[in-house]
């Protein structure tokens, strides 16, 4: 099967506006991430048992894993486990407690052995806790929203996280509808498959799939490449051009990264959406067309509309219905199941796809413990495209031998990936490399932990904000000059005000949006779950500026996702 076609896009939709059937319910799971018998990988334990003061043991012969939605399973079965059990625990702040017996199962928790019993808060259940088994069998420790079963398997996606499964019933009530939809999402996570599905399941499905990536046209030939022209419109047309709206004549248009439309694109884009005409460059007279439009964006379009970049009609037009993308850290559950898959299509390229048919529980894991943990682990700043090129790499490397091995080259990748601290952590606080930002409401802490990464600059020099003290004025520079630390440095000493960072920097402030956007380690009030937001709003008792510090995004752009979510903030 075509490679795009299967890859795991666990995705998540946005929130649902009103007509809920309820909040999802969470409980703590164990998802196995790797395993000596890779069919095994994405089996999930449900800890109800500890959810309901109960404890669970865990050993080699119990209890049973099993894939989501079947009622058949199997214990971990490795003869390498301790038949002496592992016993979880609830904590009542709504963590678990892992206890280890002396002569039992080796365990290491996120790259750090682990010896008597450890307590894990609820912030880094919500992120996920690898742990090694023996080395051998890899399992996430994290919790799950369970909201009742989804729609069939949707065509190009695998996987069983929530955001996946919510994505599912989002696809399967729009794909019939002749309306526009916009996906956002950071590059590298799938928003094209996506589209495909979308198209896939819709009545259009015979038509064309035709996929355009705006920010790869050069901008004087946009409106050609889209709307089509004339013979001699300008220089170098020396025939009729079609256009890509006639060619999905009847199918389906997919514009990626949309947000790079030049503003006389926008103009003929808004006319098309508005009357099913478009006029090629150079006619004169319009040309009915049926396409329906599928946009996605990794930027942030509201932000671009208040810079007059973008234009807020065209906007509204396009985001008929909105779905987001969510990044792969956000998502860790299907880390491993993606690896493999992504594995077995290259090992079936190289006529080796049977490695990984093993039914041996005493084999030699192809997939090495410790490396499956930091695969898990990692931030994945280039989301699924990442981890897809490093599993080719890991593939094709280590041709000819047992398992996978690192070379110095893959070793500093998935280091810049993970940017993982190795050394123990202190009881609770925050484990893993998961989400950019450690919400520090959720571990008890005053303040908020540093994004994921950037513990370093906690010493860099603050760029002062303007106002008493600071200077009246600072050098213009380039924004290529500008380092991470001090952009950190800068939004923090300015409370996030986007602004008061740019003046303090000395760039424009359309570059401070650009920067945040391209920094792995730092992320917007976009980039915020409905669920994240909404318990931060009850833990800062609906004080804005408290949320602000808390969460590091812009004050304004966090004003209006509380307003959507229907969260009014404290008067000062």
């Known amino acids: 099967m075509p490679h795009d076609a299967l890859a795991d896009v666990s995705t998540a939709a946005m929130q649902e506006r009103g007509g809920s059937r309820g909040t999802p319910?969470?409980?703590?799971?164990?998802?196995?991430?790797?395993?000596?018998?890779?069919?095994?990988?994405?089996?999930?334990?449900?800890?109800?048992?500890?959810?309901?003061?109960?404890?669970?043991?865990?050993?080699?012969?119990?209890?049973d894993f099993a894939k989501p939605g079947s009622s058949l399973g199997l214990p971990l079965a490795d003869p390498f486990v301790s038949r002496k059990p592992l016993e979880l625990s609830a904590l009542a702040a709504g963590g678990v407690r892992l206890a280890v017996p002396e002569d039992g199962t080796h365990v290491v928790a996120t790259g750090v052995p682990l010896q008597g019993a450890r307590d894990f808060e609820p912030a880094e259940l919500m992120?996920?806790?690898?742990?090694?088994?023996?080395?051998?069998?890899?399992?996430?420790?994290?919790?799950?929203?369970?909201?009742?079963?989804?729609?069939?398997?949707?065509?190009?996606?695998?996987?069983?996280?929530?955001?996946?499964?919510?994505?599912?019933?989002?696809?399967?009530?729009?794909?019939?509808?002749?309306?526009?939809?916009?996906?956002?999402?950071?590059?590298?996570?799938?928003?094209?498959?996506?589209?495909?599905?979308?198209?896939?399941?819709?009545?259009?499905?015979?038509?064309?799939?035709?996929?355009v990536n705006l920010g790869a046209i050069p901008k004087d030939l946009a409106a050609a490449e889209l709307f089509g022209s004339k013979k001699g419109a300008y220089s170098g047309a020396t025939q009729d051009r079609e256009g890509f709206f006639r060619a999905a004549h009847g199918g389906t248009l997919f514009l990626d990264e949309v947000g790079e439309a030049p503003p006389e694109v926008q103009v003929m884009l808004l006319r098309v959406l508005e009357t099913g005409e478009l006029y090629p460059v150079g006619a004169s007279q319009p040309v009915k067309v049926d396409v329906r439009l599928i946009a996605a964006t990794d930027a942030h379009l509201e932000e671009q509309i208040r810079d007059g970049r973008f234009k807020a009609p065209l906007l509204h037009r396009l985001a008929g219905y909105d779905l987001r993308v969510p990044a792969l850290r956000e998502r860790r559950e299907d880390v491993g199941r993606l690896f493999f898959h992504f594995a077995r299509e290259e090992l079936a390229a190289l006529g080796e796809a049977a490695r990984l048919d093993s039914e041996d529980p005493h084999a030699e894991p192809w997939l090495p413990a410790p490396l499956a943990s930091r695969l898990v682990r990692a931030a994945w700043p280039g989301n699924i495209r990442q981890l897809r090129n490093l599993t080719r790499q890991l593939v094709i490397g280590s041709r000819g031998q047992t398992r996978l091995q690192l070379d110095s080259q893959l070793e500093e990748a998935l280091g810049t990936a993970a940017g993982a601290a190795t050394a123990p952590?202190?009881?609770?606080?925050?484990?893993?490399?998961?989400?950019?930002?450690?919400?520090?409401?959720?571990?008890?802490?005053?303040?908020?932990?540093?994004?994921?990464?950037?513990?370093?600059?906690?010493?860099?020099?603050?760029?002062?904000?303007?106002?008493?003290?600071?200077?009246?004025?600072?050098?213009?520079?380039?924004?290529?000059?500008?380092?991470?630390?001090?952009?950190?440095?800068?939004?923090?000493?300015?409370?996030?005000?986007?602004?008061?960072?740019?003046?303090?920097?000395?760039?424009?402030?359309?570059?401070?949006?650009?920067?945040?956007?391209?920094?792995?380690?730092?992320?917007?009030?976009?980039?915020?779950?409905?669920?994240?937001i909404t318990r931060c709003f009850e833990a800062c008792g609906g004080d804005l500026d408290a949320m602000v510090r808390t969460l590091e995004v812009s004050k304004r752009a966090l004003g209006r996702r509380m307003k959507e979510l229907g969260l009014t903030a404290k008067a000062p």
């Open 25 to 63: 319910r969470a409980v703590s799971a164990l998802t196995v991430v790797s395993h000596p018998v890779p069919r095994r990988v994405g089996e999930r334990l449900l800890l109800d048992a500890v959810v309901a003061g109960r404890t669970l043991a865990l050993s080699r012969n119990a209890p």
């Open 127 to 211: 992120d996920g806790v690898a742990l090694e088994l023996s080395g051998r069998v890899v399992l996430l420790l994290h919790t799950v929203e369970l909201d009742g079963e989804g729609p069939a398997d949707t065509p190009g996606m695998v996987g069983e996280s929530a955001g996946l499964r919510r994505l599912r019933k989002h696809i399967e009530r729009v794909a019939d509808l002749d309306v526009s939809v916009l996906i956002r999402g950071e590059t590298g996570t799938g928003k094209e498959l996506v589209a495909q599905a979308i198209h896939r399941l819709s009545p259009r499905s015979a038509g064309r799939f035709v996929s």
């Open 425 to 532: 952590m202190p009881q609770g606080a925050h484990v893993g490399i998961g989400a950019a930002v450690a919400p520090a409401w959720a571990a008890g802490a005053a303040t908020a932990l540093m994004p994921q990464g950037t513990q370093a600059l906690a010493g860099a020099p603050v760029a002062p904000a303007r106002g008493a003290g600071a200077p009246e004025a600072v050098p213009r520079r380039k924004p290529s000059q500008v380092t991470e630390a001090e952009l950190l440095a800068a939004l923090r000493a300015s409370a996030w005000d986007l602004k008061a960072t740019a003046d303090a920097l000395g760039i424009p402030r359309p570059s401070v949006y650009d920067l945040i956007e391209r920094s792995p380690n730092l992320r917007t009030a976009g980039d915020l779950g409905a669920d994240e």
